[in-house]
Every structure is written in structure tokens, then in C-alpha cells.
């Protein structure tokens, strides 16, 4: 099992932060399928096109993105992203984030391994 774990945002706090709001995700990639995968991921317009820079997918159109997406479906990938908020109640603080993208790797990996 591949896991690859991203955040997006700036994860500040403080009381005129109050909509703020960030990002953890995890994606998760059976190992049987993970070159498979990245062949066909490197294949990708957008990914040609972005191939000496890091890929932002705020850079990206519906278009990629839908390609993208596709693509994971196709592999059996799972991605699991959660909000992270400021002080306004809304998702869970950054360490909770990360357990959670974390614990649901993992509960991924161990459905597939038992499968």
C-alpha cells in the first residue's frame, strides 16, 4: 500500500481568522497497482505540462481534475480529505486531521490486505 499524505492552506489561527479553513488529505493506493498508476498518471495533459514544477491542484480545471479523479477510481484509490478549522467550530484542529487521514489509511490498507 502506497500512502501519500498533502495538506493545502495557510492552518493559521486566531480571532480575526474566524474562516479560515485548511486541508489534510491522505491518498491511498493498493501497491499492486501503484506503478500501473503512476505510468498512466504521467501520461495526463496536465501533468506533461507541469512536469518540471510541483502539480497544484488549485491550478487545475474541472477537466484535470474529473481526468484525475477517473483515473484514481479506475486503481482502486481511495482519498480522504478533511477540512481543518480556525476557531469557529468548523472541522477539527490540525493534529486530529492528521489522525484521522492517517487512521483512515489505515483502515483502508487492512480491508484490502483482508480481502
Do not use: H, W, Y
Not at 518540471?52 to 488549485?58: A, P
Amino acid at each position: 500500500m502506497q500512502i501519500f499524505i498533502d495538506e493545502s492552506g495557510s492552518f493559521l489561527s486566531g480571532s480575526d481568522l474566524t474562516r479560515r479553513v485548511s486541508c489534510i488529505g491522505a491518498l491511498t493506493i493498493p501497491q499492486e497497482v501503484f506503478d500501473e498508476l503512476a505510468s498512466e498518471f504521467m501520461k495526463l495533459d496536465c501533468v506533461k505540462l507541469n512536469r518540471d514544477e510541483e502539480l497544484k491542484g488549485s491550478a487545475l480545471g474541472e477537466r484535470a481534475i474529473l481526468e484525475m479523479l477517473e483515473l484514481l477510481s479506475r486503481f482502486e484509490a481511495v482519498f480522504q480529505p478533511v477540512a481543518i478549522g480556525s476557531r469557529n467550530g468548523l472541522g477539527c484542529n490540525f493534529r486530529q486531521g492528521v489522525d484521522l487521514v492517517a487512521d483512515q489509511a489505515a483502515s483502508f490498507s487492512s480491508e484490502r490486505m483482508a480481502a
